[in-house]
């Protein structure tokens, strides 16, 4: 009854180990939980108002534009030639979406027959390769390990091209692993999409949080714009991951063919989650920079915590707020009731020993890595790390 397509659907990695550790918690065990993206402070109170004012107008309950409000889109695209130095960008380049997984699974409907080919940077995020075959789309990997600090280089990606390569996908600063891409990395990737003709498809939702220096969008490269979809949104920066907006900003072509699928599937946007996110995006950021310090914050404090647990490898991430460490040196030890086969098998042990949820990495194109996001109070990060040690040290 159920078609192959789904029956074949991978389940979103991430998603099952943080209702694993729901279910645990509900059952009254005290779990720490690392397995989700989401900042754990509070949207910010002038954005709430933003949609406490929008209601309160009566003017926001009819259905929005199918790619946002014009208004809206006009200061998307002001902050992108501000902040990002996308030049081109105008309203007419946005589309907005509820989310940006929305936004880039409108690009891949938008851009792919199937056996097109998708070179995505690996580790990834778990949605990007079935996002790929979704439309009929083919996913190829370039793989960089954590003594490149996850850092795919140009040459990589040029080995990887085929006659039926269409598009690069990657994320900078970047979930799992937190690398950032510099300026001059970007040139280098850029060189070969512009050589083979093919488009980047660049996800940015991370760009605030980056901790060595200025974010730089390939889209603001000489001769990108044309060939770059960029992608963006509210729920990491603005800790706004419920309110679910995320857009693109992309050559007119591919804008009017992702308006077309989202007018089929969804429409627009949550009409008063877009006044929020406008009052996000045009005050006072303020309360973005104080979490990107926290979040600095906690990234030295678990680096150090993490390189006193013998058998961890890990390198210091410069964005987002996640690690990504090594943990093979653990395959195949024991405790005596538990033999540790592969990360997923210790990702079950830890959240069954240590009550700490964590991710596996083989979701994230990995299998010799973990995920743990930071995203979580020091309180909680001490304590999970202490219980992780202790749990660890009784693998023989």
């Given at each position: ?165 269409k598009a690069i996908l990657f994320s900078s600063p970047c979930n799992p692993t937190g690398a950032v891409f510099n300026r001059k990395e970007l040139e280098s990737i850029a060189e070969v999409a512009k050589k083979h003709n093919l488009i980047v498809i660049s996800d940015e939702i991370y760009e605030h949080i980056n901790y060595e220096g200025a974010h730089t969008s ?75 310090e926290a979040y600095r914050n906690r990234r030295d404090l678990v680096f150090d915590l993490l390189n006193k647990i013998p058998g961890i490898k890990s390198n210091m991430p410069s964005g987002a707020f996640y690690f990504f460490p090594d943990v093979s040196a653990f395959f195949g030890k024991s405790d005596g009731k538990n033999t540790i086969k592969d990360a997923n ?52």
């Amino acid at each position: 009854m159920i078609s192959d397509l789904v029956l074949n659907m991978e389940e979103s990695a991430t998603l099952a180990m943080a209702a694993k550790a729901r279910e645990l918690r509900e059952s009254g065990v005290n779990i720490i939980g690392l397995s989700l993206g989401e900042p754990d402070f509070k949207t910010p109170a002038h954005i709430c108002e933003g949609a406490k004012e929008a209601i309160d107008s009566g003017n926001y309950f009819a259905y929005p534009p199918v790619p946002g409000y014009k208004d809206f889109r006009e200061a998307i695209a002001t902050k992108l030639k501000e902040e990002n130095g996308i030049k081109e960008a105008t309203a007419e380049h946005i589309v907005v979406s509820n989310g940006a997984k929305q936004s880039i699974a409108n690009v891949m409907f938008a851009l792919l027959n199937p056996g097109d080919e998708v070179i995505i940077f690996s580790p990834y995020w778990v949605s990007y390769s079935t996002l790929v075959y979704l439309p009929g789309g083919k996913p190829v990997f370039a793989n960089a390990g954590i003594d490149q600090d996850f850092k795919v280089t140009a040459e990589q990606v040029e080995k990887a091209v085929t006659s039926r390569t269409k598009a690069i996908l990657f994320s900078s600063p970047c979930n799992p692993t937190g690398a950032v891409f510099n300026r001059k990395e970007l040139e280098s990737i850029a060189e070969v999409a512009k050589k083979h003709n093919l488009i980047v498809i660049s996800d940015e939702i991370y760009e605030h949080i980056n901790y060595e220096g200025a974010h730089t969008s390939i889209a603001s490269l000489p001769d990108m714009f044309e060939r770059t979809v960029t992608v963006n949104g509210f729920a990491k920066g603005f800790a706004m991951t419920g309110w679910r907006v995320g857009y693109i900003c992309a050559p007119i072509n591919i804008v009017k063919a992702c308006v077309k699928i989202q007018g089929q599937i969804t429409s627009a946007n949550c009409s008063i989650a877009q006044r929020a996110a406008l009052t996000a995006i045009t005050t006072d950021l303020t309360p973005t920079f104080d979490m990107v310090e926290a979040y600095r914050n906690r990234r030295d404090l678990v680096f150090d915590l993490l390189n006193k647990i013998p058998g961890i490898k890990s390198n210091m991430p410069s964005g987002a707020f996640y690690f990504f460490p090594d943990v093979s040196a653990f395959f195949g030890k024991s405790d005596g009731k538990n033999t540790i086969k592969d990360a997923n098998d210790l990702c079950l042990y830890l959240l069954a020993e240590a009550h700490v949820s964590l991710v596996e990495g083989g979701a994230f194109g990995a299998p010799d890595c973990l995920r743990l996001s930071y995203a979580a109070s020091e309180d909680d990060l001490i304590e999970a790390l202490k219980r992780m040690k202790e749990a660890l040290a009784k693998l023989k």
